[in-house]
């Protein structure tokens, strides 16, 4: 999509915003001023519902005992969608554990994301890896691990290979504000600088690494302003506004796929739950706070930015949200009666052809099952 | 038939699949213009230019993370570890992404990528240039850990390690890096992954061994022999995924087992050996099986050959291992 104006300056120290927290815009524009549609910003909205309605369904598995762990990413979803929402069909996509269920965007489908999160054998990664992690080939989405930041120079990695194969692709690595503090950080900026590489790193500053606040993780004024010892740009925006993050991103996904380099994103946003089920955030931060940022919600606020130009009401968002819910539970029960993967996938797949000591290992195990 | 060094036959491999495959990518601290500090890419870059052989800032962790991207990305990279001492600013996402790929991604994704580096003791590398850490890397499921101990395999392995689809870790003893030649086909083969070899034929003892250290044992059996013992060696060369089979077979005609590694005792790959003998063949065996091997101390400096296992040690322990002394 076309931007026809929009100028924004790197490093920044507040960030960048076109609504305010009621969903007002800031100064006197049209989204189309912008090249954005209204049928844009409803399909946009509509995909943050959704995935915020997955993030919802995903707690209630693991109350009901029907997923073993769960991680969140309620109240960060703007930033995500909005984000992915930048890229082409082609470019490619490494998520972090957060970034999950909103890859629905990107393709994935819904039974794929809860297969995941429930372990079943119709999950892509063969219920080998905790709910958080996703990957699909075919869509162009990487799978990620669970270490913090790891993403970030295997992009970096993947980015030279589109340089090297003189592709017009671009990849954008997700982490959080944590994931800044890992070396991986600073390899996959200084090697995608030094290389000149169609990366971005979208920080998602949800102001938390499990409990450590933003604070306490970096002395940094910004994160954004960490570009700049690398030799890239670095853009701070607000996370929770939908419009400012899509345009940005956009941005820069556009100038790494003409120019060959590197841009830093950090989206500030806030995570509504706990860490994960695993998690109790009473612990380290007040429920004041906590409101104070549902005042902010990204979903929240797009709602009332389209409610302000007319095309969307309170009835409408009703309806939607209860389709949405029998569409999950639905998608849930159907999932459910997927059967949990064979005792033999364990062995396979380590290699690309099963050495022997795993095939023996595979009838060792067989033959304790049998009894 | 050309006569190469190890150093020869590895900078030939790479000579001939950067040649015939595009996909194959040479990168590491100093691997351009210098050729690598031990001379081994020499040359390469002059002639496939620098978009195929390059230099990276000096970062294990970008190097392998650029490994890992550009193989899950249908390229074939070869890095190149400076030392294998130095790999553990990189070891995240070598345990963590390139080692679970595959079985991570369901088998959706693979990372055929080959990570060369020297290894072990006995150039005066002091306790951070000497290291045989093999026995790590063969804990990690999903890698292969490939050590040659001659020119010919060398070529043959490194060619089979950049064309296998999993990623390998591939250790080159830097003692023989330049010590001796032999007659190396100049033309495309391969040796097997996965498959030992065995240098020579016996009755009375199975010796094991691989990289360097198969050179004392060599010499310890040749003296063995004059005394009219009868050693069988056999070349691990794969140490994952390693041949069971060929093991197995030699301790079932000789009975008596020494296995001699450089790395220190405790947890060395000389232990699994050992334990993977005793489940198995311990009703063959007529003595304990023995390990010779570095010392449990980081490497020392001055001191190196004390701690590396001689031809001295070897043969003292077989003898011993034969008039059942242990």
């Known amino acids: 999509m076309e931007i026809r104006t929009f100028e924004i300056e790197p490093f920044t120290k507040e960030p960048y915003r076109l609504l305010d927290e009621e969903g007002k815009p800031l100064f006197d524009f049209e989204p189309e001023d912008f090249g954005l549609s209204k049928e844009f910003l409803l399909r946009l909205y509509k995909d943050i519902l959704l995935t915020?309605?997955?993030?919802?369904?995903?707690?209630?598995?693991?109350?009901?005992?029907?997923?073993?762990?769960?991680?969140?990413?309620?109240?960060?979803?703007?930033?995500?969608?909005?984000?992915?929402?930048?890229?082409?069909?082609?470019?490619?996509?490494?998520?972090?554990?957060?970034?999950?269920p909103s890859l629905h965007v990107r393709g994935a489908k819904v039974e794929e994301i809860f297969a995941q999160i429930m372990g079943r054998a119709s999950d892509p990664l063969k219920g080998r890896q905790m709910p958080g992690h996703f990957g699909k080939k075919d869509l162009n989405i990487f799978v990620l691990g669970s270490p913090v930041g790891l993403g970030h120079p295997v992009a970096m990695g993947i980015a030279m290979g589109i340089k090297y194969k003189k592709e017009n692709k671009v990849i954008i690595s997700y982490g959080g504000e944590g994931s800044t503090s890992e070396g991986h950080f600073h390899s996959a900026m200084?090697?995608?600088?030094?290389?000149?590489?169609?990366?971005?790193?979208?920080?998602?500053?949800?102001?938390?690494a499990i409990?450590?606040?933003?604070?306490?993780?970096?002395?940094?004024?910004?994160?954004?302003?960490?570009?700049?010892?690398?030799?890239?740009?670095?853009?701070?925006?607000?996370?929770?506004?939908?419009?400012?993050?899509?345009?940005?991103?956009?941005k820069?996904?556009?100038?790494?796929?003409?120019?060959?380099?590197?841009?830093?994103?950090?989206?500030?946003?806030?995570?509504?739950?706990?860490?994960?089920?695993?998690?109790?955030?009473?612990?380290?931060?007040?429920?004041?706070?906590l409101e104070m940022w549902k005042r902010k919600d990204g979903l929240l606020r797009l709602k009332k930015y389209l409610e302000y130009l007319g095309i969307w009401n309170e009835e409408k968002d009703e309806f939607l949200k209860r389709e949405i819910e029998e569409k999950l539970n639905k998608i849930v029960e159907e999932v459910e009666k997927i059967p949990f993967p064979e005792p033999r996938d364990m062995f396979y797949e380590v290699y690309v052809k099963t050495p022997w000591y795993l095939e023996e290992e595979y009838l060792e195990l067989k033959k304790e099952m049998e009894g | 038939m050309a006569k190469m060094t190890i150093g020869e036959a590895l900078r030939n491999a790479l000579d001939i699949k950067l040649y015939e495959d595009e996909r194959v990518l040479v990168f590491g601290e100093d691997v351009g213009k210098k050729g690598g500090v031990f001379t081994i890419t020499e040359g390469l870059q002059d002639k496939y230019g620098e978009e195929r052989v390059f230099d990276t800032p000096l970062d294990e962790d970008g190097i392998l993370g650029m490994a890992a991207g550009l193989a899950l990305y249908g390229l074939r990279p070869v890095a190149e570890i400076q030392f294998i001492d130095f790999i553990w600013p990189g070891f995240d996402v070598l345990i963590s992404d390139i080692a679970k790929e595959r079985f991570r991604s369901g088998g959706q994704f693979s990372v055929p990528l080959v990570i060369r580096s020297p290894y072990g003791g006995g150039v005066k590398g002091g306790l951070y240039h000497s290291q045989s850490p093999e026995a790590i890397f063969a804990h990690i499921p999903g890698l292969k850990v490939i050590i040659p101990s001659n020119?010919?395999?060398?070529?043959?392995?490194?060619?089979?390690?950049?064309?296998?689809?999993?990623?390998?870790?591939?250790?080159?003893?830097?003692?023989?890096?330049?010590?001796?030649?032999?007659?190396?086909?100049?033309?495309?083969?391969?040796?097997?992954?996965?498959?030992?070899?065995?240098?020579?034929?016996g009755k009375d003892l199975t010796i094991i061994s691989y990289g360097y250290?198969?050179?004392?044992?060599?010499?310890?059996?040749?003296?063995?022999?004059?005394?009219?013992?009868?050693?069988?060696?056999?070349?691990?060369?794969?140490?994952?995924?390693?041949?069971g089979e060929t093991i197995l077979n030699s301790v079932a005609k000789t009975g008596r087992v020494m296995i001699v590694v450089e790395a220190p005792r405790i947890n060395s790959f000389a232990s699994e050996l050992s334990a993977f003998i005793s489940e198995r063949a311990i009703f063959y065996l007529d003595a304990p099986i023995v390990r010779v091997t570095g010392w449990d101390t980081p490497f020392p400096y001055i001191l190196e050959h004390l701690y590396m296992p001689s031809q001295k040690r070897i043969l003292r322990a077989a003898k011993k291992l034969l008039e059942g002394g242990f």
């Open chain 2, 151 to 201: 020119p010919y395999d060398a070529k043959g392995l490194l060619i089979s390690a950049i064309e296998d689809e999993d990623p390998v870790i591939f250790l080159e003893p830097k003692k023989i890096y330049f010590a001796f030649k032999e007659e190396v086909p100049e033309e495309k083969y391969t040796v097997p992954i996965g498959k030992a070899k065995i240098l020579k034929e």
């Open chain 2, 213 to 243: 250290i198969i050179h004392e044992c060599k010499k310890a059996v040749e003296e063995l022999e004059k005394e009219g013992i009868s050693c069988e060696l056999i070349d691990l060369r794969t140490i994952i995924p390693f041949d």
């Open chain 1, 190 to 208: 200084n090697f995608a600088s030094v290389f000149g590489l169609p990366l971005i790193i979208f920080i998602v500053n949800n102001q938390y």
């Open chain 1, 211 to 250: 409990s450590v606040p933003r604070v306490k993780q970096t002395a940094s004024e910004t994160i954004a302003i960490k570009a700049k010892a690398y030799g890239a740009e670095g853009y701070y925006i607000d996370g929770n506004d939908a419009l400012i993050t899509y345009l940005v991103t956009k």
């Open chain 1, 52 to 100: 915020r309605e997955i993030d919802r369904m995903g707690w209630i598995l693991v109350r009901q005992g029907k997923a073993y762990f769960y991680i969140s990413i309620g109240g960060q979803e703007t930033s995500h969608v909005a984000s992915l929402y930048a890229l082409e069909k082609d470019d490619l996509v490494m998520p972090f554990y957060r970034t999950v």
């Open chain 1, 252 to 289: 820069c996904v556009n100038e790494a796929r003409l120019n060959k380099r590197p841009f830093l994103i950090e989206a500030e946003t806030y995570r509504f739950d706990p860490h994960s089920s695993a998690d109790d955030d009473k612990k380290y931060r007040s429920r004041e706070e």
